[in-house]
């Protein structure tokens, strides 16, 4: 049973347009986000996070929203550059550890110059 | 280091045979997660040790999986009796408290079981 879901597998978008990455879960005692970006044969990378006390947070060009009822969260990259390419992983956290990472299957994104 | 350090990048063993994955943590972290890689999936959490101790084995699969951190900075993930289906990548990370943002993954070890 997967809770963290990436349901779309890729997505291709145009250089200096928004990329949006979506991702649902479903256990209701995840209460920390992150989203990781992978280069190929490289470590995942952390890019960005939100508490779930918290519906946005924005660090330069990432933004991410958290709609908790939806159990739903989104990454967005504004604007989009080649350099962006690459798998987007989306993790939770559940408030009984602190440490243990749920990961969704991820999202490869493609920036075409 | 400068990063997280997994050793060997890419081992290729055969069916049945003991393989030892080494991972050097960041220097001064005291946390350390192994997790496992699937083709087509994300990572998956094997286990967490805070210093020596393992503090959540929970995620390893079975008895053939065990991981030591003896001085509390190198660790070793031991597979025994492989199978096709433990081929996977195998990364491990670190952080310099449990928790937070502070997790650096290393770039893995792609293991294949022929």
């Known amino acids: 049973d997967q809770q963290v879901k990436q349901n779309s597998p890729s997505l291709s978008v145009q250089e200096g347009r928004i990329s949006i990455l979506n991702c649902d879960y479903t256990?209701?005692?995840?209460?920390?986000f992150l989203w990781y970006k992978k280069y190929p044969a490289e470590g995942p990378t952390f890019l960005i996070s939100?508490?779930?006390?918290?519906d946005k947070n924005e660090d330069g060009r990432f933004t991410v929203f958290l709609n908790k009822s939806a159990k739903h969260l989104s990454l967005h990259i504004v604007p989009s550059q080649p350099g962006d390419s690459a798998v987007y992983f989306c993790?939770?956290?559940?408030?009984?550890?602190?440490?243990?990472?749920?990961f969704g299957k991820g999202t490869l994104l493609t920036v075409n110059p | 280091g400068a990063g997280v350090s997994q050793t060997p990048s890419n081992k290729v063993t055969e069916k049945g045979k003991y393989v030892e994955l080494r991972c050097d943590p960041i220097?001064?972290?005291?946390?350390l997660y192994w997790y496992r890689q699937s083709l087509g999936q994300g990572p998956e959490f094997l286990i967490y040790?805070?210093?020596?101790?393992?503090?959540?084995d929970s995620g390893l699969p079975n008895d053939r999986f065990f991981a030591v951190r003896p001085e509390g900075s190198v660790s070793t993930l031991k597979i025994q009796r492989t199978e096709r289906g433990d081929s996977a990548v195998y990364l491990c990370?670190?952080?310099?408290?449990?928790?937070?943002?502070?997790?650096?993954f290393g770039s893995g070890t792609r293991l294949t079981v022929v």
């Open positions: 939100i508490s779930s006390i918290k």
């Open positions: 040790f805070q210093g020596t101790g393992a503090a959540d």
């Open positions: 256990n209701s005692m995840f209460d920390y």
């Open positions: 990370a670190s952080s310099p408290t449990t928790g937070g943002n502070g997790y650096t």
């Open positions: 993790a939770a956290r559940d408030g009984g550890s602190n440490y243990k990472l749920t």
């Open positions: 220097s001064g972290h005291t946390a």
